[in-house]
Nanobody, 124 residues
């Protein structure tokens, strides 16, 4: 069992930066790949970024590649999403999730645990 709590979302101007954090509790964190997804109102939940258990491999959606960086600190049971050069289209609720299978990390349906989400709003 893994419990996830996101933080760090807020209102920011276009071009600004934010760092989201996701604190995990439970013994499965270091054995789980982690992902960030986002969902805007009325839209599907979209893949943003993922990271493997050791942090040695990362994956990104094309829309955020070069602007966002996912990282993790297994000693602190925390995964981060550094977001730079934010755009209004990045506005959404951001969710972190844990994937015990360590497979198909772009697919939301294969994640086992989810946080409650944190709102990111980017003004133009």
């Amino acid at each position: 069992q893994v419990q996830l709590v996101e933080s760090g979302g807020k209102l920011v101007q276009a071009g600004g930066s934010l760092r989201l954090s996701c604190a995990a509790s439970g013994r499965s964190f270091s054995n789980s790949a982690m992902g960030w997804f986002r969902q805007d109102s009325g839209k599907e939940r979209d893949f943003v970024a993922a990271i493997n258990t050791s942090g040695s491999n990362t994956w990104y959606a094309d829309s955020v590649k070069g602007r966002f960086t996912i990282s993790r600190d297994n000693a602190k049971n925390t995964v981060y999403l550094q977001m730079n050069n934010l755009k209004p289209e990045d506005t959404a609720i951001y969710y972190c999730a844990a994937n015990r299978r360590n497979l198909a990390l772009r697919s939301a349906s294969l994640y086992d645990y989810w946080g409650q989400g944190t709102q990111v709003t980017v003004s133009s």
